[in-house]
């Protein structure tokens, strides 16, 4: 077959005629103008990269045959562990998109197809059209100038990730992660368009999907959601197809940042733990193996940890030998700046996944003690949480007493700090919430309501609620994790800093509220969290403690100038003074972030 092709392009003769009596040389030779051809579009380039680890298999087959054994170890078998890992590219490319972009551009199609007989997303019709279109492997002809751009870019994306799946490495594009997963229809939409765009691999419906399709859970409400979503997408046929394809695995990416800001900071770690326990539990009823993608970020209100304490807090079962993550931001140059750290990293990362594969049980144990007790202490956590975000003026509040606004100014991101225009809590993306309440020294995203929680919990079960926490905090690595990062995080917090931001506040009187109750709220979590660990804020962690204490006056001058700057950038718009204050602000928030370690 290597001479076949070689012999197309005319090149076999030359090799044999350089190279006369050495096969072995000559083979090579022939795999390294393959390897040419594959890289020029040439016409003996290599179909697949398992076609050239095929040839490499071959030649270090006969290698060991003959007595060379450590040429083949030596030369071959290290080429043989890059092509494994990595075919014909450096990283397999994932595709992100928002379930509401996908159901618009499907609703247009509908529209322009049936004109006739119009479906609206959400409806017992929309969900009936696409499974019909699924199971009868409908295809489009459209007149590409009647799509809207946006119905355009998405097909044209498409239509991009069908040339590379059926090119030489089809592993060059990863998987289509859907954002803001809601619903299984939301994933049937994708699979729709999917094949709309040529991706079957049967043209009558009985095939399969060439492409990883990936649902991403992002609030509270949709973890809850979750298990019901997976179990009514496995149900449909064409997925269970597509998922046999690919293993009989299916990818689910969790999202840290937007169940945080809908939640808290312990709510929506417990969320995440019941929703992974239960995802796995669906996919044992459909043999199906569930790996997990999270999407974290570099702070602990995202998902930020140690790695390795942060996988051993996993539940048990929900690491079956594979696990994603997301690095983010600064976290990437801390993490994998030089050759060392990164290889410190993948090794902690492998250990985790490792210990953690083998030291579970594929259905997970359980404590039902504390997961009873977790259960009630995230439910008065968040109910704590929501009532500050209920407070009257408190939106105001977040816009004026800190820099979320500015942030869009910074030479960094994609993504403007709300959704579509709209002004309310919900629509503020989580990213700049996180970041902005740290860059004014609240913090909250990292530790509000965990006090109330723990203290209704102690006052309504009394001594014996103290010694279940207690036993909680030595034998649950989750419950451990919670109170070291909080902790850690109320170190950072200053609520004297705080007040500085809270004065920019228009209506004191709603500014002096909440910040009094922002306050209290800080007050009562370090001091029960300090009866927890028994012992002084962050004693625990006396490199932490000395890295931010070494760090600490100079940012409080900082944040003093940063409030400063504040004030004159918004007293002073449309003016000279104005952008040169805007300049000095926007150096106050990197240095803060850098301060901290990260930014949101």
Request: net charge neutral.
């Amino acid at each position: 077959m290597l001479q076949t092709a070689l012999d197309r392009s005319g090149q076999a003769q030359a090799i044999a005629a350089r190279n006369p009596d050495e096969p072995l040389r000559q083979f090579a030779s022939a795999m390294l103008a393959r390897l040419a051809a594959t890289r020029d579009g040439g016409t003996s380039a290599y179909l697949s990269a398992e076609t050239f680890r095929a040839d490499l298999s071959a030649l270090s087959s006969v290698l060991e045959a003959i007595g060379g054994r450590a040429v083949a170890k030596r030369f071959v078998r290290p080429l043989l562990w890059q092509v494994g890992s990595f075919g014909f590219r450096t990283v397999s490319l994932d595709i992100r998109q928002n379930s509401t972009v996908v159901n618009r551009v499907l609703a247009e199609l509908f529209a322009l197809t049936h004109p006739a007989d119009p479906v609206a997303a959400g409806t017992p019709q929309w969900s009936a059209r696409i499974r019909a279109g699924l199971s009868q492997g409908e295809r489009l002809e459209i007149d590409e100038g009647r799509l809207s751009p946006e119905a355009s870019e998405l097909l044209s994306t498409f239509s991009v990730i069908r040339e590379h799946i059926l090119s030489s490495d089809a592993d060059a594009v990863g998987s289509f992660i859907l954002s803001m997963t809601r619903s299984a229809d939301d994933l049937l939409a994708v699979y729709l368009l999917a094949q709309y765009c040529g991706l079957s691999t049967a043209p009558d419906g009985g095939g399969t999907i060439r492409l990883r399709i990936v649902p991403l859970f992002e609030t509270i409400a949709d973890l809850q959601a979750a298990p019901g979503i997976l179990n009514g997408l496995l149900g449909v046929s064409l997925v269970r197809r597509t998922t046999q394809d690919f293993g009989a695995r299916q990818e689910i990416m969790l999202g840290y940042s937007d169940s945080n800001k809908d939640g808290g900071f312990l709510a929506s770690n417990w969320e995440l733990a019941k929703a992974q326990k239960r995802l796995a539990a669906v996919g044992r009823k459909h043999k199906v193996r569930i790996s997990f993608f999270h999407g974290r970020g570099g702070s602990v209100s995202r998902g930020g940890a140690p790695t390795g304490r942060a996988i051993a807090a996993q539940p048990a079962g929900t690491v079956t030998g594979t696990m994603r993550v997301t690095e983010q931001g600064e976290v990437v140059s801390s993490k994998f700046a030089n050759r060392g750290t990164g290889l410190n990293q993948l090794e902690i990362l492998a250990a985790g996944v490792l210990a953690h594969s083998v030291g579970s049980p594929a259905d997970g144990e359980t404590t039902p003690e504390f997961d009873e007790a977790l259960e009630a202490l995230a439910g008065m956590s968040q109910a704590s949480y929501a009532g500050l975000m209920a407070e009257p003026g408190f939106l105001d509040y977040f816009n004026q007493a800190s820099p979320v606004a500015e942030l869009a100014l910074l030479k960094m991101g994609s993504r403007p700090d709300r959704r579509f225009g709209a002004s309310g809590i919900a629509d503020l993306r989580a990213i700049p919430w996180v970041f902005a309440w740290s860059q004014n020294r609240h913090l909250l995203t990292g530790w509000y309501g965990i006090g109330s929680a723990l203290s209704s919990f102690v006052t309504v079960r009394g001594e014996a609620g103290r010694e279940l926490l207690a036993r909680m905090f030595e034998h649950s690595r989750f419950f451990r994790l919670i109170v070291d990062e909080a902790e850690k995080t109320l170190y950072q917090a200053d609520m004297e800093i705080a007040q500085l931001y809270a004065s920019l506040v228009s209506d004191s009187d709603a500014a002096r509220r909440i910040h009094a109750r922002v306050a209290a709220e800080y007050e009562l979590t370090r001091r029960l969290i300090g009866d927890l660990t028994g012992g002084d804020l962050s004693a625990r962690f006396p490199m932490f403690k000395r890295r931010f204490d070494n760090l600490r006056r100079q940012m409080d001058d900082i944040h003093r100038l940063q409030a400063h700057l504040l004030r004159e950038v918004r007293a002073n718009t449309g003016t000279a003074d104005q952008k040169r204050a805007t300049d000095a602000l926007l150096v106050s928030i990197n240095c803060i972030s850098a301060g901290l370690g990260w930014t949101g």
